[in-house]
């Protein structure tokens, strides 16, 4: 009988593809990852996970590629991650078509990764949202964000990560980001179009779901000018009638997409008119939400896509109550990154479940105001969100790490 394979394409360093392949491992799987460089993923060597470089962005390729392997595992499930360009989610939903397994809708992932038609869909659908427009060039900029009023949102049609975001409080702002999106600066995959959206001001709330049933609801900050997020907490604190608007508004979000298969994310400010949808990600929220929500509820959302994968019952019943929270190490300067985690005194804490750089020592850091700027993470759980964040605060004050400027010409 041939052994059972999990396909993972591409993978994702800073530790949600390692929960990937022990996830797979627990279920009696044989994880492979599909790359276009595998050595990117430091876990695949440590774990001796089998790996082949190909063409990621080439559905053809990948289709020969696991028909190469189908003759000797019977694939039991295909998923994967996503980094700056979301689309490589869609290919997988057509690789998972193309081998009757279960999947995402492509189509349905096509269409949300493209925020100004995810927008058009909510709009349609009646979902509540910040006033948008798309512009292709500056003048288009200039006119969408005279007609919405300043401050604005600025952000690539197509991206994830907070690339490319940024609020614009005046005119000069509006044109020195406009004039970085467009000057060959930001990196296009496609024709540059912009979306311009409202600020919408309020606490940051997210929410996970897989299929149509909401996993949880939780909290973040992440500060302006590029909201790329420092800090996040699960549960959020709310009361009942605030967790239900928040709810019906993410089922609605679902219908409109015709996102009823698997993990999607969902960002939301809450305003004074309510909860607005900021954006709807048709996938599994990153490192390091799905182990806040371990921490939280019990809930292994990992496992679980796994099981939906290969065609499996999943389990979504809650089995803690706990306050779970994780706070990103950002650095405040460009410069070379030191760390030495020999001294365990922050691992050792009570309530620390995690401690994790995403760079090795002696890495040069430079700020670009994005995901990219974090170089670790702290999580940590327990049974009160004000012990949770006592805990993370100690954890990261014992933490020994700097960054060293770099050295000037004089110098």
């Known amino acids: 009988m041939s052994r ?30 599909l790359s276009v460089d595998p050595s990117q993923y430091d876990y695949l060597a440590a774990e001796r996970t089998e790996a082949i470089r190909v063409d990621t962005d080439n559905l053809d390729a990948l289709i020969r590629e696991c028909s190469r392997l189908s003759a000797r595992y019977e694939i039991a499930g295909i998923t994967g991650f996503v980094g700056d360009d979301e689309s490589l989610y869609a290919t997988i939903g057509k690789l998972c078509r193309h081998f009757h397994l279960p999947g995402p809708n492509p189509e349905s992932i096509e269409r949300c990764c493209d925020k100004f038609t995810q927008r058009q869909l909510l709009a349609q659908a009646g979902v509540p949202m910040p006033a948008y427009r798309l512009a292709a060039n500056a003048a ?19 991206g994830s990560g907070s690339l490319g975001v940024r609020l614009c409080r005046n005119l000069d702002e509006l044109a020195e980001h406009t004039t970085y999106l467009l000057s060959g600066k930001h990196i296009w995959r496609s024709p540059p179009r912009i979306l311009v959206e409202e600020f919408a001001q309020g606490p940051l709330y997210w929410a996970d779901t897989m299929g149509d049933q909401i996993v949880g609801i939780g909290i973040a900050d992440g500060p302006p000018p590029h909201f790329a997020c420092r800090e996040c907490a699960i549960p959020a604190q709310l009361n009942d009638d605030e967790r239900e608007r928040i709810a019906d508004v993410s089922l609605s979000c679902l219908r409109a997409l015709n996102l009823g298969w698997g993990p999607t994310g969902i960002e939301f400010r809450w305003t004074k008119d309510g909860p607005v949808v900021i954006e709807v990600n048709p996938r599994l929220h990153g490192t390091p939400i799905p182990q806040l929500v371990q921490l939280a509820y019990g809930v292994d959302l990992i496992t679980e896509h796994v099981k939906l994968a290969i065609g499996e019952e999943w389990d979504l019943r809650r089995r803690n109550s706990r306050a779970a929270a994780a706070r990103r190490l950002v650095a405040d300067r460009d410069g070379i990154l030191e760390w030495n985690l020999s001294d365990s005194r922050a691992t050792a804490l009570s309530g620390v479940a995690e401690v994790k750089f995403y760079f090795k020592p002696k890495t040069p850091i430079v700020r670009k105001g994005d995901y990219r700027d974090w170089i670790g993470h702290v999580i940590a759980a327990s049974p009160s969100p004000a012990r949770t964040e006592a805990i993370l605060q100690r954890a990261v004050d014992l933490i020994d790490w700097s960054i060293t400027p770099f050295p000037t010409h004089r110098e």
Request: no cysteine; proline share 6%.
């Open 4 to 33: 059972r394979a999990l396909i993972l394409v591409e993978g994702h360093s800073r530790g949600t593809g390692l929960l990937y392949v022990k996830a797979a491992r627990r279920l009696s799987l044989h994880p492979i990852t």
């Open 140 to 158: 288009e900029v200039e006119s969408s964000a005279a007609e919405i009023g300043l401050p604005v949102i600025l952000k690539p049609a197509v």
